[in-house]
């Protein structure tokens, strides 16, 4: 399922009492979610490109300014946004609590898979692109910055953030539209887990991020060489002080 899942969910065969695939059942709900709100159908594509647990609401109304319109209308509108929300209700495509909102990951796929669609049938990648872009840019801009990550008090925050920040970043990482951002927002999370002693986790994300800010900004930038001490300090953490030294040395060079 993880390598051929559009495979499955759009041949698998049917059950002899209902003659459409999964793939098939959700597209009809989706187009009548669009027919009646074409924001709840926004918001869908937005929350497919994010973890999938526990996607608080406050990411969207705080992240307004990252968001396409006319999303970005709506989601400081109480009352619209209720009603984005209950058209998404309303064909079982989302899950609500009091602040947060839940899709179930298979609706995730087929989402992702509708805009991947439609994005080959206009011989770009702009559609789906926009929306994993977005993603990236409304948890970085929620994610505590700077140093931030590594005070306690900040915790609470990170932890509920960690899951949609890893999301997001992969999702713009497998579509090649991996920015400054979606560097940055690793190179939290990164921190994060550096200061809850998840080493091995925070070397991987902080290697993410350096792969991105090399690419995005240069070998030589001054947010590299932050980056790159950042990692050095994991390693050593890790017990790894040769290559530690060689991450401090490349920094000091950059510097």
């Not at 796929?109 to 049938?121: F, G, H, I, P």
């Not at 926009?130 to 700077?146: E, H, R």
């Not at 979606?182 to 994060?192: A, H, I, K, P, V």
Request: hydrophobic fraction near 45%; glycine fraction near 6%; proline fraction near 5%.
């Amino acid at each position: 399922f993880r390598h051929r899942q559009r495979d499955l969910l759009r041949r698998g065969k049917p059950s002899p009492d209902y003659s459409h695939t999964v793939a098939t059942t959700w597209d009809i709900s989706f187009q009548q979610v669009q027919e009646a709100s074409p924001a709840g159908a926004d918001l869908l594509n937005l929350c497919a490109y994010l973890a999938p647990d526990d996607i608080p609401q406050t990411l969207f109304s705080e992240g307004k300014e990252h968001l396409p319109k006319p999303l970005s209308a709506t989601v400081t509108n109480p009352l619209a946004m209720n009603q984005a929300i209950a058209a998404l209700l309303q064909y079982s495509l989302i899950e609500k609590t009091e602040d947060a909102l839940s899709v179930h990951r298979l609706v995730q796929a087929v989402a992702r898979d509708r805009l991947a669609e439609d994005a080959r049938s206009r011989f770009d990648g702009a559609h789906h692109r926009t929306w994993a872009g977005a993603a990236v840019q409304i948890v970085d801009s929620a994610f505590p910055s700077g140093d931030d990550p590594q005070d306690v008090r900040t915790w609470p925050v990170c932890a509920r953030l960690l899951p949609h920040a890893l999301a997001a970043a992969g999702h713009a990482e497998a579509l090649h539209v991996a920015s400054e951002a979606t560097g940055r927002l690793l190179n939290q999370t990164g921190l994060y887990l550096w200061g809850r002693a998840e080493f091995a986790e925070a070397k991987v994300a902080l290697e993410r991020a350096l792969a991105i800010f090399e690419e995005v900004l240069g070998a030589d930038h001054p947010n590299v060489a932050t980056l790159v001490n950042n990692l050095g300090s994991v390693l050593r953490a890790l017990g790894d002080l040769a290559g530690a030294r060689a991450h401090y040395e490349r920094a000091l060079a950059i510097d």
